[in-house]
């Protein structure tokens, strides 16, 4: 709460109020069918992790695919709310936060709502031990934001990202490995670096989002972008808690304790959306957002 008002306070204090010329009334409609639609599909998701699929249940997980009807084909309908999607036509923007963006966010917070419980039930910890373990995640998180917006002005969006997700990758690896019995100066480490990795992928995804729209579009790209990252982080944690129940669900002992190769499966799970947020990435272009990184790509010397 305190850190909250205070950067409630500091923002009125250095920020212009902007307006938009022609301002839009607030939705209730689309606001209501959205919210219903994401709400019921996370808790229909969560329910198969459980292995509770029942009919009604089965339904209002339908719903959060098509609210209008309830597990039939989706209906196109003209709507105001499609002058909402102009960002998205957007390369940067859509990479940032549709394609890849999405991906790595689903990832962080699938491995944010795994290493807790991994810690405390694979490895017998108490919550305050996990809790002080996640700590030095969050120090190399928090750490390497000193650095982090210099390493994008240094090699731009297209090569942070794609370097990024290979850093990303190679340091959750020993995730897969670690144990009950592994010792805390080699866990500690490799949270750290995973925290600093993921830190600076976030910092690279946040600018990029931004980098190429026009003034006018902003206030809509926004809205959809912070829509998009509370949709990424649910479904996220909806679908680590899935790819954690699912060793069971094969094997036929659904809610039999979970072992370390739950979390392993899990933590792969989140490694291989890792890996796949990097198809989007690899496409962008090496100019892209270099007004905002600085960043001018090395070209080719034209043959006399």
Request: proline letters at 6%.
């Amino acid at each position: 709460m305190p850190i909250g008002i205070a950067g409630i306070v500091l923002v009125r204090m250095y920020f212009d109020r902007g307006r938009s010329v022609a301002p839009r009334p607030f939705d209730l409609l689309g606001f209501l069918l959205n919210g219903g639609a994401l709400g019921s599909l996370i808790f229909g998701i969560e329910s198969i992790s459980r292995n509770e699929i029942g009919r009604r249940r089965h339904r209002l997980h339908c719903s959060g695919i098509d609210p209008r009807h309830p597990c039939d084909p989706p209906r196109v309908e003209a709507s105001d709310a499609a002058a909402l999607a102009g960002p998205v036509q957007d390369p940067a923007f859509a990479v940032g936060t549709i394609h890849g963006g999405a991906l790595f966010r689903l990832s962080a917070s699938g491995t944010a709502f795994i290493l807790p419980v991994m810690f405390q039930v694979g490895s017998g910890m108490s919550a305050f031990g996990a809790g002080l373990l996640l700590g030095s995640y969050l120090a190399g998180d928090l750490g390497i934001k000193v650095v982090a917006n210099r390493i994008v002005r240094m090699f731009g969006f297209r090569n942070t990202l794609i370097g990024g997700t290979i850093v990303v990758g190679l340091t959750s690896i020993p995730l897969l490995l670690i144990g009950p019995q592994t010792p805390l100066w080699i866990v500690v480490p490799i949270l750290v670096a995973i925290g600093a990795s993921r830190s600076v992928q976030f910092t690279a995804l946040n600018s990029l989002i931004f980098a190429e729209l026009p003034a006018e579009q902003i206030s809509s790209a926004s809205a959809l972008n912070s829509m998009s990252h509370q949709v990424s982080s649910g479904i996220g944690v909806g679908l680590a808690a899935l790819a954690l129940a699912v060793p069971s669900l094969v094997q036929g002992q659904g809610g039999a304790t979970l072992t370390m190769f739950d979390f392993r499966v899990a933590l792969g799970f989140t490694l291989a959306l890792v890996v796949a947020s990097a198809l989007s990435y690899i496409s962008m272009s090496p100019q892209t957002g270099a007004h905002v990184t600085g960043h001018r790509p090395a070209e080719r010397k034209s043959e006399s």
